[in-house]
């Protein structure tokens, strides 16, 4: 059966790397596409010139297909088309914590027009139905147990709802790591998946071996949801932060606690990831973490769950139902 995912987008395996804002950037992302996989540079707030840069740097380290996030939010947005317009990367992949449909239907015609396929990463089954009317040509649906911003419903929950409703291909995010979670994928209906935690112990990824570590040793259980005051939250280990942060929350109004945490995440998750302050910094994470044991080389990571995969697909033959 001819696989969608790698069809649209020109890749050799259904596996896409999670866009990591401050975190994807051409290192990791070049080392995705290059394993036949499709790397995703998580330009977040990044400056125009900055995320240029990236971009071009990602080109010089790879001739594979590559995406870069473009936040679909007014007044951001904005700059991500002249970057996009500037570059014309092959993939753009278009992200935000509510999916603007007029923002989709200006731009998306521009963009294919320039000659890039556009992934919509969504978190709720109405954006995947506006990403596919706007012309998206594929849909990440992440659920809830995923690394970075939280949505509401579990990947179990998403997944075969989003299936159910739209025609392009669906990869699916959110608490995948191994063979295991990765074969439920797809028996959900998903066509690929994506992985953000499970990439974040990569050799090829330049964030300080503390961070890295960190995630290694948690178990299960270790992660805290944090930063609901601006309607932004985010999952990360629960440490002295995250602490502060539900403390926060718990003893301010809302609209207090969102001025007071405006820019955290930029400012902990450098803490966290590149100081290496596991306490007083952000290391955003899924809750799959416990399955992480050691460091490998992308192209290892991504044969692991491949081969994973297909072995626990193939041992479902003999459940006895
Ligand atoms: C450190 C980190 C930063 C993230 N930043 C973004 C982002 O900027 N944009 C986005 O769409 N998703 C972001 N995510 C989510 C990932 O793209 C991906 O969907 C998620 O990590 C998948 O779940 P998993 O971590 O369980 O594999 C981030 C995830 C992590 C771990």
Redesign the pocket.
């Known amino acids: 059966m001819v696989n969608r995912v790698k069809e649209v987008l020109g890749i050799e395996k259904p596996v896409i790397q999670?866009?990591?804002?401050?975190?994807?950037l051409s290192p990791l992302v070049s080392a995705v596409s290059n394993a036949g996989g499709l790397g995703?540079l998580?330009l977040?707030y990044m400056p125009k010139d900055a995320s240029i840069a990236e971009i071009n740097q990602t080109k010089k380290l790879t001739e594979k297909p590559f995406a870069v996030?473009a936040?679909m939010q007014e007044g951001i947005v904005e700059q991500a088309d002249e970057v996009l317009t500037a570059t014309k990367p092959p993939v753009v992949?278009a992200?935000a914590m509510r999916l603007n449909g007029a923002l989709c239907q200006k731009y998306f015609p521009r963009w294919h027009k320039l000659g890039m396929k556009i992934i919509v990463?969504a978190s709720y089954l109405a954006d995947a139905v506006t990403a596919e009317k706007a012309g998206a040509d594929l849909v990440?649906v992440?659920g809830w147990?995923?690394?970075?911003?939280v949505s509401f419903e579990s990947t179990m929950a998403l997944v075969p709802q989003v299936v159910a409703a739209v025609n392009i291909p669906v990869v699916a995010?959110?608490?995948?790591?191994d063979g295991h979670s990765s074969a439920a994928a797809f028996a959900l209906g998903a066509e690929g998946i994506?992985?953000?935690?499970?990439f974040?112990v990569a050799d090829e990824l330049p964030i300080n071996d503390k961070a890295k570590q960190a995630i290694i040793a948690a178990g299960d259980m270790a992660t805290a949801e944090v930063s609901y005051a601006n309607d932004a939250p985010f999952r990360m280990i629960a440490n002295n932060l995250s602490d502060q942060i539900k403390d926060l929350e718990a003893t301010h109004l809302k609209a207090e606690a969102a001025q007071k945490e405006a820019g955290l995440d930029a400012k902990t998750?450098k803490m966290g990831?590149y100081q290496g302050d596991t306490q007083n910094g952000a290391?955003?994470?899924?809750?799959?973490l416990s399955l992480i044991k050691e460091t490998k080389s992308v192209k290892q990571i991504i044969a692991d769950v491949l081969q994973d995969t297909k072995n626990v697909l193939h041992s479902l033959e003999n459940v006895e139902l």
């Not at 995010?173 to 790591?177: M, P, Q, R, T």
């Not at 290391?283 to 799959?288: F, K, T």
């Open positions: 999670g866009a990591m804002a401050f975190t994807s995703v998580g977040g996030n936040i992949y992200d990463k990440v992440k147990e995923g690394g970075g911003h995010a959110g608490g995948i790591v994506e992985m953000g935690t499970a974040l998750i990831m290391i955003m994470v899924g809750q799959d």
